[in-house]
C-alpha cells in the first residue's frame, strides 16, 4: 500500500472489554510507533519498535496496554479491561529509519462507555 | 525532564494575514521536525531542520531552527483556508533519539 493504514477507524467498547487495534506500516520501514492522541492535545508516545529488537515499551501508561509486532512488519496493540480514560485517537507511524520522518496511519478512534 | 513547548495554542487570522507559530525546547535539539494535522485528520510530515540557524522554505511557509539549537518557528506568508490545521514540532528525546517529544500544536483558523 502507499501509505500506512489501521484498523479499525473507529471502535465502540464497553468498559472492561479487551479490543485490538491492528498498524500496517509502509513496506520497508523498519521503525514503527504507536501514539496516543486525547481530544485537542498533542501526540503521547507509547512504544516504539525497531527491527528485530526488543521493543521501547517506556511510554506504555498501565500494563493493561501491551503490543507486539510480527515478523517486523504488521502491529497490534492491545488494551485490556478498557477504561473511559482510555478513549483517545491511538496513531501509528513508522519510519525508515529511527531519525527519519514519521509516516502517521489514519488514527483508530477509540470509545469506552 | 525535557519539555517542547508551542505558542500560540490558538490563532485565528483573516484570510491573507500571516501567522507565526513558536516552538522553544527545554534543551538543545539535534534536529526538529514540523508536522501538519487537519481537523479529524492525522499528522502529516512537513519539514526537518537540522543545521544551527537553518531556514527552509515551502512556497508559502519558512521554517527556521534557531542558532542554540533550542527553539524554532513557522511563518506562514499570506495565510489561505487551506492551512487551516494544527501545526507540532517535536524534537528527539536526549535519552533516545528515536523518541520524538511533540509540542502541544498550535491551532489555526482561517476566516475566509
Known amino acids: 500500500g502507499a501509505g500506512v493504514s489501521q484498523s479499525p477507524s473507529n471502535k465502540v467498547t464497553e468498559k472492561g472489554k479487551d479490543v485490538e487495534l491492528r498498524c500496517d506500516p509502509i513496506s520497508g520501514h523498519t521503525a514503527l510507533y504507536w501514539y496516543r492522541q486525547s481530544l485537542g492535545q498533542g501526540l503521547e508516545f507509547l512504544i516504539y519498535?525497531?527491527?528485530?529488537?526488543?521493543?521501547?515499551k517506556s511510554g506504555l501508561p498501565s500494563d493493561r496496554f501491551s503490543a507486539e509486532r510480527t515478523g517486523g512488519s504488521v502491529s497490534t496493540l492491545t488494551i485490556q479491561r478498557t477504561q473511559q480514560e482510555d478513549s483517545a485517537v491511538y496513531l501509528c507511524?513508522?519510519?525508515?529509519?529511527?531519525?527519519?520522518?514519521?509516516?502517521f496511519g489514519p488514527g483508530t478512534r477509540l470509545t469506552v462507555t | 525532564g525535557q519539555q517542547v513547548m508551542q505558542i500560540p495554542q490558538y490563532q485565528h487570522v483573516q484570510e491573507g494575514e500571516d501567522f507565526t507559530t513558536y516552538c522553544n525546547s527545554s534543551?538543545?535539539?539535534?534536529?526538529i521536525q514540523w508536522y501538519k494535522q487537519r481537523p479529524g485528520g492525522h499528522p502529516v510530515f512537513l519539514i526537518q531542520?537540522?543545521?544551527?540557524?537553518e531556514v527552509k522554505k515551502q512556497k508559502r511557509l519558512t521554517f527556521q531552527f534557531g542558532e542554540a539549537k533550542k527553539n524554532s518557528s513557522l511563518h506562514i506568508t499570506a495565510t489561505q483556508t487551506t492551512d487551516v490545521g494544527t501545526y507540532f514540532c517535536a524534537g528527539p528525546r536526549l535519552d533516545s533519539s528515536y523518541k520524538l517529544i511533540f509540542g502541544s500544536g498550535t491551532r489555526l483558523l482561517v476566516r475566509p
Open positions: 534543551t538543545t535539539l539535534s534536529n
Open positions: 531542520l537540522v543545521k544551527s540557524g
Open positions: 519498535f525497531q527491527g528485530n529488537s526488543a521493543p521501547d
Open positions: 507511524a513508522s519510519s525508515f529509519g529511527t531519525r527519519d520522518e514519521q509516516y
